[in-house]
Nanobody, 121 residues
């Protein structure tokens, strides 16, 4: 079984910073893409950032220049450094990984439970 445990959410004032972490544990052979999505009340879940096993990153236009995604493969952990936060960044943030548990098996997507980020104006 695989678990994704997120941490680092909370309440911050506009202009502040937060760092989210997501650690994958369990029976894991390899991890390809890791990333973060977010869902605000009344809206659909939307991609925030991804990073693949080669270190290539991708960001939503709304967070470019403010958020930085990184990963530590030794810890099976992905991070999201969020700077210059805005009230519109308020949402539940979910981490997502694409991994396989056995050599040669297909990649499967796993989601974390979500962590609340609230930015006050």
């Amino acid at each position: 079984q695989v678990q994704l445990v997120e941490s680092g959410g909370g309440l911050v004032q506009a202009g502040g910073s937060l760092r989210l972490s997501c650690a994958a544990s369990g029976s894991i052979f390899s991890i390809n893409v890791m990333g973060w999505s977010r869902q605000a009340p009344g809206e659909q879940r939307a991609l925030v950032a991804t990073i693949n096993s080669g270190g290539t990153t991708n960001y939503a236009d709304s967070v470019k220049g403010r958020f930085t995604i990184s990963r530590d493969d030794a810890k099976n952990t992905v991070y999201l450094q969020m700077n210059s936060l805005k009230p519109e960044d308020t949402a539940v943030y979910y981490c997502k990984t694409n991994l396989n548990r056995v050599r040669g098996s297909p990649m499967t997507i796993y989601w974390g439970q979500g962590t609340q980020v609230t930015v006050s104006s």
